[in-house]
């Protein structure tokens, strides 16, 4: 069962995005998984697609690292928070900072349901997949 | 009383009692001695008291002035000299007096037939001279032997007199002072520094100012200096002259800037350390990360590759490098965040839940828990670090147990003296650690990564930091074989 049509993976660190997109094939929960470098490449993307509403193109979920060059995960998330949308688009923050400072600071964005530390595990990917289902139906 | 002025007699009387001055006269032919009045009254004498010559110049005092006045009364018999003098008379109450004795002689023929004189009382007067000469010389002896610099100041801040310890101070001689303004060896950017206050001095607001400034000395080093200047006024409160103290405070600011160099180079170094904290926890952490990861992906996709024999040596050199990342982690973590807010929390519950969690560590090892703390007893602790230093030391006591002995877990609690600390004790019937060897190592860092069979890589470092970060502290007592007993002091809500 594929609960989610698009996946969009916000990352800089190819070996990261290589292995998750391979456990995501395998547990099977998403149709397609779009990769953006950076903050900047996929709000440039984003931003025509929520501004026409296109529920089709626009993603479920979004896993979003935090440190990255160009615009970060947090400038990625005051920028996206500028747009509204009809279609719900869920935000994991997957990062490998354990600060709690991160954390607390990660609550505070509505849009963020999930805070996820590196590395991602195949158990942590189905615990995602029954968590999306929960959230999308 | 009417008072007539042509009547010369009355008018004398007047001025006698009014400037209290005695008259009196001494006939020579035949011998007579007249005292007035009031030259009575300050011979303590009445009206009725019969003076001899002889006895009238005993009244002063014997040595010098009586001597003096022999001298001076004979001269002016023979040689016609007038005097005046002031000298020590003792009454015939026996009170010791000043006196100022006037004599001139009366010539017929140019002989002298009689000597007339006036008689004053000046104690008091010479009593107040006596006192600001005294002060002066106190003043003088103070300022010229001070061991802080001192100097005279007029108010437009010139030097008028300096003592030899702000000679010594800034270099200069008592005559090149004197042609300085105070500004002029003032470091140039400290000539306005007290200006605020000296108006406020002048204005009398403030009775003496303080302030640190810097001068030029002679040789042209800068000395620092804490200057204390007041203002001199006269009775009617007419500003006069400053009087300033200096003292050179050099040495202190050459070591008060040591320490704030110190101080920037530690704390650049903290902010670098903190930075390298989260270098450790960040970067070191997706790397592992990723190579756990990658691990776990070929370990189902490529299974035929776990055959390799280097594959189980790389999954365990990943594991380890893991697991120290994560140590490192926790060690970072607890040094950036300090301080948390403590919740008051209860001891006893917090005790079980860690025995709870041990529990098929402790049944597979036969061991006993045996928890006395009081059913009530509330701490103030970060729950988190509590739960880890329980079981840090509960799960130690059972690692470390005698081999062939079942472990045996006592736990209790009693207070410091002063109450300001709860004692937790937890105390184990373990190997015990030989203290004289390994007490500096038992906190030290390096135990932290050191591998045991089932270690939880949390060690003793980690736990001694958290009690810290409470606000607590370790002490240890142990005994090769016969066991180890911990004693934290903890901060308790004190009802």
Redesign the interface.
């Known amino acids: 069962m594929k609960s989610i049509n698009t996946l969009y993976i916000i990352d800089d660190d190819p070996i990261f995005v290589f292995t998750t997109k391979k456990m995501f094939d395998k547990e099977e929960i998403c149709k397609n998984i779009l990769v953006f470098s950076n903050g900047e490449d996929a709000i440039n993307h984003l931003t025509p697609l929520m501004d026409a509403n296109n529920e089709e193109e626009l993603p479920e979920l979004i896993l979003l690292d935090l440190n990255m060059p160009i615009m970060d995960g947090w400038q990625f998330l005051d920028e996206f928070v500028k747009h509204k949308t009809e279609k719900k688009i869920i935000i994991f923050i997957v990062s490998s900072s354990i600060d709690p400072n991160d954390i607390q600071k990660a609550n505070e964005y509505q849009n963020v349901s999930n805070y996820i530390i590196k590395p991602i595990t195949r158990e942590k990917i189905k615990h995602i997949a029954s968590e999306i289902t929960a959230l999308v139906n | 009383m009417q008072f007539n002025v042509n009547d010369s007699q009355q008018v004398l009387d007047f001025i006698q009692k009014a400037a209290k001055i005695g008259t009196w006269q001494v006939l020579l032919e035949p011998y007579e001695i007249q005292w007035s009045d009031i030259t009575r009254e300050i011979h303590d004498v009445g009206k009725s008291y019969n003076i001899e010559l002889e006895k009238a110049l005993d009244f002063y005092k014997e040595g010098y002035s009586r001597d003096k006045i022999t001298y001076y009364f004979n001269r002016c018999i023979e040689q016609g000299e007038p005097y005046d003098v002031e000298l020590e008379l003792v009454s015939a109450k026996g009170r010791e007096k000043w006196v100022r004795a006037i004599g001139f002689p009366v010539l017929e023929n140019e002989k002298c037939v009689k000597v007339q004189g006036l008689f004053q009382d000046i104690t008091e007067k010479n009593k107040t001279q006596k006192k600001v000469a005294l002060r002066e010389q106190q003043f003088r002896k103070t300022f010229d032997s001070a061991s802080i610099g001192m100097a005279i100041v007029s108010l437009e801040g010139k030097f008028i007199r300096v003592n030899q310890s702000l000679r010594n101070m800034l270099g200069y001689t008592t005559d090149e002072f004197k042609t300085f303004n105070f500004k002029d060896i003032t470091h140039k950017e400290d000539t306005t520094l007290g200006d605020k206050k000296f108006a406020k001095l002048l204005s009398n607001e403030i009775s003496n100012f303080q302030i640190e400034k810097r001068y030029l000395h002679k040789n042209g080093s800068i000395i620092w200096a804490s200057l204390n200047v007041s203002l001199v006024s006269n009775e009617d409160g007419t500003p006069l002259h400053l009087v300033a103290q200096i003292n050179d405070i050099t040495k202190r600011k050459e070591s008060e800037k040591k320490v704030n160099t110190l101080l920037e180079i530690t704390k650049d170094q903290n902010s670098r350390l903190l930075n390298f904290a989260?270098i450790v926890?960040?970067?070191l952490?997706?790397h592992?990360?990723?190579l756990?990861?990658?691990l776990?992906?070929m370990k189902?996709?490529e299974p035929e590759a776990t055959d390799n024999s280097y594959f189980p040596l790389v999954d365990t050199a990943v594991n380890n490098l893991s697991e120290t990342v994560e140590n490192l982690?926790q060690v970072a973590?607890l040094n950036?965040?300090l301080h948390e807010d403590l919740t008051p929390t209860n001891l006893y519950e917090a005790i079980n839940k860690t025995k709870e969690s041990l529990k098929a560590h402790i049944l597979e090892n036969d061991g006993s828990i045996i928890n006395n703390v009081p059913k009530h007893l509330i701490i103030d602790t970060v729950p988190a670090y509590l739960d880890s230093i329980l079981l840090n030391f509960i799960s130690n006591s059972i690692k470390y147990k005698k081999p062939d002995v079942a472990p045996k877990i006592n736990i209790s609690t009693s207070f410091t003296d002063d109450n300001q600390y709860l004692i937790l004790k937890i105390e184990d019937n373990g190997m015990g650690i030989d203290l004289n060897r390994h007490r500096k190592k038992l906190f030290g860092m390096y135990k932290t990564f050191h591998k045991h069979k089932d270690s939880r890589g949390l060690g003793l470092f980690i736990t001694k930091n958290q009690v810290e970060a409470i606000g607590g502290k370790i002490e240890v007592e142990s005994e090769v074989g016969i066991g180890t007993t911990f004693l934290l002091h903890l901060k308790h809500e004190i009802n």
């Open positions: 989260h926890s960040h970067n952490r997706s592992s990360g990723n756990e990861m990658l776990d992906l189902h996709e982690n973590i950036t965040k």
